[in-house]
């Protein structure tokens, strides 16, 4: 409680400010563009408020640095010019008291992720200073095979998208042979990677509920169901769903 509390209050007022951006701008999919600098925002408080630093704490807040600058910059190009997200238009369209239903279920809801995801984070900073070690090897592996995916599939589909004889059509080609969505996978093990550097912290695999956090909103709830319910029905989907595992590339059942 002593590290969750300080770091809770910063959350929650950092996303009352993109609450309010969002509302004068009208289109609460900017929210998405604050995800990764959220953490980063968590990454620096914990970091001056925490124990004091060694090479450890430094590696994975220039991690968290990384992985969070790319995902904000990627995907304010992607929106730039474009109107609300399609999720987040759906719900303008049907909600009732949108405004306060926006508040908590849209940006006090993704606050309340940020902070349970980001545990790993905070709990290393708060933690006195630990040896570079075997998991942090494990760690650094698992977050640059995720951010491969990542980056590389969103790179993948986005000079698919540009090309203008792909117009409606599925990017099937590349990462995207081998699993549906590339770089959820990869976000998933960006976050097994940055859990690892936890267990070197006295009870750190009490943030396991990390990785299994977002692992299961991308797969099971977020992710891969509210991205592929606009392709039901359309045959080469369900060619391409047949052929292709949702998640984990190779595994079908995943």
Known sequence: MQIIAPTATVIFLYMVIVFFIAQMKKDNSIV?????PGFI???????????????????LNLLVLLWGTRLAIHIYIRNKGKEEDFRYKAWR????YFTMRSFFQIFMLQGMLMLIIGLPIFYVNFSPVADFSTFDCLGLLLFFTGFY????GDLQLTKFRKE??????????GLWSITRHPNYFGEALIWWGIFCFALDCSHGW????????IT?????????????????GRDDWENYKKKTAAFVP???FL
């Open 93 to 96: 369209e049907t909600w009732k």
């Open 250 to 252: 190779f595994l079908k």
């Open 32 to 36: 998405d563009i604050f995800w990764g």
């Open 216 to 232: 299961f909103l991308l797969r099971f709830v977020s992710g891969v169901p509210m991205m592929e319910k606009k392709y039901e």
């Open 206 to 213: 009490k943030t396991l509920i990390s990785p299994v956090m």
């Open 149 to 152: 995916f990542e980056v590389t």
């Open 41 to 59: 925002l968590v990454s620096l408080f914990s970091t001056l408020q925490g124990a004091p630093v060694g090479l450890h704490k430094i590696i």
């Open 164 to 173: 203008l004889g792909n117009k409606g059509k599925l990017m099937t080609a």
